[in-house]
Protein backbone atom coordinates (compact mmCIF):
# COMPACT_ATOMS: atom_id res chain seq x y z
CA UNK A 1 0.00 0.00 0.00
CA UNK A 2 1.50 3.25 -0.97
CA UNK A 3 1.61 5.98 1.88
CA UNK A 4 -0.18 8.88 0.98
CA UNK A 5 -0.85 12.61 1.77
CA UNK A 6 -3.36 15.33 2.52
CA UNK A 7 -7.09 15.85 4.09
CA UNK A 8 -8.37 13.12 2.16
CA UNK A 9 -5.15 11.25 0.92
CA UNK A 10 -5.20 12.61 -1.95
CA UNK A 11 -1.56 13.29 -2.76
CA UNK A 12 0.86 10.33 -3.46
CA UNK A 13 4.18 10.76 -1.68
CA UNK A 14 5.93 12.46 -4.33
CA UNK A 15 3.28 14.68 -5.37
CA UNK A 16 2.70 16.42 -2.12
CA UNK A 17 6.74 18.31 -1.95
CA UNK A 18 9.14 16.17 -3.82
CA UNK A 19 11.20 14.37 -1.26
CA UNK A 20 14.19 13.84 -3.59
CA UNK A 21 17.15 16.17 -3.59
CA UNK A 22 19.19 18.12 -6.16
CA UNK A 23 16.99 17.22 -9.08
CA UNK A 24 16.23 13.59 -8.45
CA UNK A 25 13.66 11.82 -9.78
CA UNK A 26 11.26 10.62 -7.21
CA UNK A 27 9.26 7.03 -8.43
CA UNK A 28 6.21 5.78 -5.79
CA UNK A 29 7.05 1.93 -4.60
CA UNK A 30 4.32 -0.65 -3.28
CA UNK A 31 6.99 -2.78 -1.32
CA UNK A 32 6.54 -1.42 1.94
CA UNK A 33 9.08 -3.85 3.37
CA UNK A 34 11.58 -2.52 1.28
CA UNK A 35 10.41 1.41 0.54
CA UNK A 36 8.30 2.09 4.14
CA UNK A 37 8.24 5.78 2.92
CA UNK A 38 6.66 4.18 -0.20
CA UNK A 39 8.95 6.29 -2.93
CA UNK A 40 12.59 6.00 -4.09
CA UNK A 41 14.69 8.60 -5.18
CA UNK A 42 17.13 7.94 -9.03
CA UNK A 43 19.15 10.19 -8.13
CA UNK A 44 21.50 12.39 -10.92
CA UNK A 45 25.58 11.37 -11.29
CA UNK A 46 27.42 12.79 -8.51
CA UNK A 47 24.80 12.54 -5.83
CA UNK A 48 23.50 9.48 -3.33
CA UNK A 49 21.90 9.03 -0.16
CA UNK A 50 18.20 7.88 0.18
CA UNK A 51 16.88 11.08 -0.79
CA UNK A 52 20.36 12.20 -2.83
CA UNK A 53 21.04 14.59 -0.67
CA UNK A 54 24.61 13.63 -0.60
CA UNK A 55 27.46 14.84 -3.05
CA UNK A 56 29.59 11.85 -4.17
CA UNK A 57 32.88 13.31 -2.98
CA UNK A 58 34.80 12.21 -6.52
CA UNK A 59 38.57 12.89 -4.28
CA UNK A 60 38.18 10.55 -2.19
CA UNK A 61 39.87 8.01 -4.24
CA UNK A 62 42.90 9.91 -4.53
CA UNK A 63 42.59 10.56 -8.39
CA UNK A 64 45.17 12.97 -8.32
CA UNK A 65 48.54 11.63 -8.86
CA UNK A 66 50.67 14.57 -8.53
CA UNK A 67 48.35 17.65 -7.21
CA UNK A 68 45.61 19.07 -5.07
CA UNK A 69 42.02 17.93 -5.69
CA UNK A 70 38.75 19.70 -6.03
CA UNK A 71 35.60 17.98 -5.89
CA UNK A 72 32.67 19.21 -8.17
CA UNK A 73 29.56 17.52 -9.00
CA UNK A 74 30.05 14.20 -11.00
CA UNK A 75 33.27 14.83 -11.11
CA UNK A 76 36.65 16.72 -9.81
CA UNK A 77 39.52 18.66 -11.18
CA UNK A 78 43.59 18.39 -10.50
CA UNK A 79 45.68 20.91 -9.86
CA UNK A 80 49.07 20.21 -10.59
CA UNK A 81 51.84 20.39 -8.68
CA UNK A 82 54.78 22.12 -10.42
CA UNK A 83 56.45 20.50 -12.90
CA UNK A 84 53.54 18.13 -13.73
CA UNK A 85 50.88 17.79 -15.70
CA UNK A 86 47.56 16.14 -17.61
CA UNK A 87 43.92 15.36 -16.36
CA UNK A 88 45.27 13.40 -13.40
CA UNK A 89 48.64 15.53 -12.62
CA UNK A 90 49.95 11.93 -13.81
CA UNK A 91 53.25 13.59 -16.50
CA UNK A 92 56.06 15.00 -15.70
CA UNK A 93 56.89 17.65 -17.58
CA UNK A 94 59.60 17.40 -20.15
CA UNK A 95 61.98 20.19 -19.42
CA UNK A 96 63.72 19.27 -22.05
CA UNK A 97 61.37 20.42 -24.75
CA UNK A 98 62.93 24.02 -24.26
CA UNK A 99 66.16 22.95 -23.38
CA UNK A 100 69.51 25.31 -24.45
CA UNK A 101 71.75 21.67 -24.36
CA UNK A 102 73.54 22.53 -27.64
CA UNK A 103 73.87 19.57 -30.49
CA UNK A 104 76.60 17.71 -28.55
CA UNK A 105 75.03 16.76 -26.03
CA UNK A 106 72.18 14.67 -24.82
CA UNK A 107 69.63 16.13 -22.98
CA UNK A 108 68.50 14.53 -19.21
CA UNK A 109 65.04 15.35 -18.06
CA UNK A 110 65.05 16.36 -14.36
CA UNK A 111 62.17 17.09 -12.41
CA UNK A 112 61.43 21.07 -13.07
CA UNK A 113 64.73 21.07 -14.79
CA UNK A 114 66.93 19.05 -16.87
CA UNK A 115 71.20 18.55 -17.35
CA UNK A 116 72.96 18.40 -20.31
CA UNK A 117 75.63 15.39 -21.01
CA UNK A 118 78.11 16.34 -23.22
CA UNK A 119 79.83 13.91 -25.61
CA UNK A 120 83.35 13.28 -25.58
CA UNK A 121 85.47 15.95 -26.37
CA UNK A 122 82.83 18.84 -25.15
CA UNK A 123 82.20 20.79 -22.41
CA UNK A 124 79.99 23.85 -20.46
CA UNK A 125 76.93 24.26 -18.73
CA UNK A 126 75.36 23.54 -22.22
CA UNK A 127 78.21 21.50 -23.62
CA UNK A 128 78.70 24.45 -26.31
CA UNK A 129 82.31 24.71 -25.66
CA UNK A 130 84.96 22.08 -27.67
CA UNK A 131 87.59 20.65 -24.73
CA UNK A 132 91.24 22.00 -25.53
CA UNK A 133 93.38 18.72 -24.95
CA UNK A 134 96.68 20.56 -24.94
CA UNK A 135 95.53 23.02 -22.02
CA UNK A 136 97.28 19.55 -20.01
CA UNK A 137 100.13 20.04 -21.60
CA UNK A 138 100.34 16.50 -22.73
CA UNK A 139 103.40 16.15 -25.52
CA UNK A 140 106.54 16.36 -23.36
CA UNK A 141 110.17 17.65 -24.81
CA UNK A 142 109.16 20.78 -25.99
CA UNK A 143 106.60 19.14 -28.24
CA UNK A 144 104.36 21.15 -30.52
CA UNK A 145 100.35 20.02 -29.57
CA UNK A 146 98.03 20.46 -31.70
CA UNK A 147 94.46 20.09 -30.37
CA UNK A 148 91.55 17.82 -32.18
CA UNK A 149 88.25 16.57 -31.57
CA UNK A 150 88.44 14.60 -28.38
CA UNK A 151 92.13 13.83 -29.14
CA UNK A 152 95.39 15.69 -29.53
CA UNK A 153 98.35 15.25 -31.38
CA UNK A 154 102.25 15.76 -30.70
CA UNK A 155 104.96 17.08 -32.97
CA UNK A 156 108.22 15.70 -31.62
CA UNK A 157 111.31 17.69 -31.08
CA UNK A 158 114.31 16.19 -33.07
CA UNK A 159 115.28 13.15 -30.93
CA UNK A 160 112.24 12.20 -29.56
CA UNK A 161 109.20 9.49 -30.48
CA UNK A 162 106.16 8.27 -29.01
CA UNK A 163 102.22 9.65 -28.70
CA UNK A 164 103.36 11.90 -26.30
CA UNK A 165 107.11 12.62 -27.17
CA UNK A 166 108.23 11.27 -24.12
CA UNK A 167 110.40 8.47 -25.44
CA UNK A 168 113.89 9.03 -26.83
CA UNK A 169 115.05 8.16 -30.04
CA UNK A 170 117.76 5.62 -30.02
CA UNK A 171 119.63 7.43 -33.05
CA UNK A 172 121.48 3.69 -33.53
CA UNK A 173 118.92 1.71 -33.93
CA UNK A 174 118.65 2.87 -37.61
CA UNK A 175 122.18 1.90 -38.00
CA UNK A 176 123.65 5.42 -39.72
CA UNK A 177 127.32 4.17 -39.12
CA UNK A 178 128.61 2.32 -42.27
CA UNK A 179 131.81 -0.36 -42.94
CA UNK A 180 131.49 -1.62 -39.14
CA UNK A 181 132.07 1.58 -37.39
CA UNK A 182 130.58 1.73 -33.87
CA UNK A 183 127.97 3.90 -33.00
CA UNK A 184 127.48 5.93 -29.91
CA UNK A 185 124.19 8.18 -28.94
CA UNK A 186 125.15 11.29 -27.19
CA UNK A 187 124.04 13.01 -24.62
CA UNK A 188 122.18 15.75 -26.75
CA UNK A 189 118.95 14.38 -28.85
CA UNK A 190 119.10 13.76 -32.23
CA UNK A 191 122.60 13.30 -32.44
CA UNK A 192 125.26 10.65 -32.48
CA UNK A 193 128.84 9.77 -33.26
CA UNK A 194 130.41 7.22 -35.51
CA UNK A 195 134.03 5.58 -34.14
CA UNK A 196 135.34 4.47 -37.63
CA UNK A 197 137.48 1.79 -38.15
CA UNK A 198 140.75 1.45 -40.18
CA UNK A 199 140.70 3.06 -43.58
CA UNK A 200 137.77 5.24 -43.08
CA UNK A 201 136.85 8.32 -42.05
CA UNK A 202 133.96 10.63 -42.43
CA UNK A 203 131.01 11.98 -39.79
CA UNK A 204 129.48 8.15 -40.56
CA UNK A 205 133.11 6.51 -42.04
CA UNK A 206 131.55 6.47 -45.48
CA UNK A 207 134.62 7.93 -46.86
CA UNK A 208 137.89 5.39 -47.47
CA UNK A 209 141.19 6.43 -46.29
CA UNK A 210 144.12 6.02 -46.79
CA UNK A 211 147.18 7.58 -44.57
CA UNK A 212 149.95 7.88 -47.45
CA UNK A 213 147.87 9.34 -50.39
CA UNK A 214 148.74 12.80 -51.31
CA UNK A 215 146.34 14.48 -48.99
CA UNK A 216 147.40 12.42 -46.20
CA UNK A 217 150.87 11.48 -46.48
CA UNK A 218 152.73 12.61 -43.15
CA UNK A 219 156.15 11.59 -44.51
CA UNK A 220 158.99 14.38 -45.69
CA UNK A 221 162.00 14.66 -47.99
CA UNK A 222 161.53 11.59 -50.22
CA UNK A 223 161.04 9.19 -47.15
CA UNK A 224 158.65 6.23 -48.27
CA UNK A 225 154.56 5.80 -46.29
CA UNK A 226 153.84 2.60 -45.22
CA UNK A 227 150.52 1.55 -43.67
CA UNK A 228 149.99 -0.51 -40.75
CA UNK A 229 147.10 -2.57 -40.57
CA UNK A 230 145.63 0.25 -37.95
CA UNK A 231 145.39 2.47 -40.53
CA UNK A 232 147.88 4.91 -39.61
CA UNK A 233 150.98 5.65 -41.23
CA UNK A 234 154.72 5.01 -40.71
CA UNK A 235 157.71 6.63 -42.77
CA UNK A 236 160.55 5.15 -44.05
CA UNK A 237 163.77 7.46 -44.38
CA UNK A 238 165.62 6.89 -47.62
CA UNK A 239 169.20 5.29 -47.09
CA UNK A 240 171.78 7.64 -45.45
CA UNK A 241 169.14 9.65 -44.05
Not at 158 to 182: F, I, K, M, R
Not at 201 to 218: A, E, F, I, Q, T
Request: with cysteine; glycine share 8%.
Amino acid sequence: MITCSGYNCEFLPCEASNPCENGAVCVEELDQDHFPLGFRCHCRRGFTGPRCEINVDECSSSPCFHGFCYDVVDGFYCLCNPGYAGLRCEQDIDDCVNSLCSSDSICRDLHLSYECVCHSGWEGEFCQREIDECLSQPCKNNATCTDLLNNYKCLCSLGWTGVDCAEDVDECDSGPCLNGAQCQESDVPGEFSCTCPPFFSGPLCNHPYDPCDPLHNPCLHNSTCLTRSNGTASCRCPAGE
